[in-house]
């Protein structure tokens, strides 16, 4: 089984910055794409970022683009969410994930259903 902790929620005002972070155990870390996802209340989870096994080819979904970045420390088996410039729609639940074993990354990262480990989510509340 593979958990997911994460960490860095917190309330921050508008034009502000916080930084997440999800540390996973239970498989190889460095093989498996990561993505962030958000869920504000009265809304359905939708996708923010994703980053590949290596590091590379990183996406976003268009709301957050220029602001925030992706990235991982594969030796820390920890991937990060750098959020900038913070505005009050960006006020959600923020759960890491895990993508399912055998799934094509360019094709499916922005798919809820093509990941199969979630971490139990962190509040950030930006406020105007």
């Known amino acids: 089984q593979v958990q997911l902790v994460e960490s860095g929620g917190g309330l921050v005002q508008a034009g502000g910055s916080l930084r997440l972070s999800c540390t996973a155990s239970?498989?190889?870390?460095?093989?498996?794409?990561m993505g962030w996802f958000r869920q504000a209340p009265g809304k359905g989870r939708e996708f923010v970022a994703a980053?590949?096994?290596?590091?590379?080819?990183?996406y976003y979904a268009d709301a957050v683009k220029g602001r925030f970045t992706i990235s991982r420390d594969n030796a820390k088996n920890t991937v990060y969410l750098q959020m900038n410039s913070l505005k009050p729609e960006d006020t959600a639940v923020y759960y890491c994930?895990?993508?399912?074993?055998?799934?094509?990354?360019?094709?499916?990262?922005?798919?809820?259903?093509?990941?199969?480990?979630w971490g139990q989510g962190t509040q950030v509340t930006v406020s105007s």
């Open positions: 994930a895990s993508m399912k074993r055998g799934t094509g990354y360019s094709a499916n990262y922005y798919r809820l259903g093509a990941y199969d480990y």
């Open positions: 239970g498989r190889t870390f460095s093989t498996y794409p």
């Open positions: 980053i590949y096994g290596s590091g590379d080819r990183p």
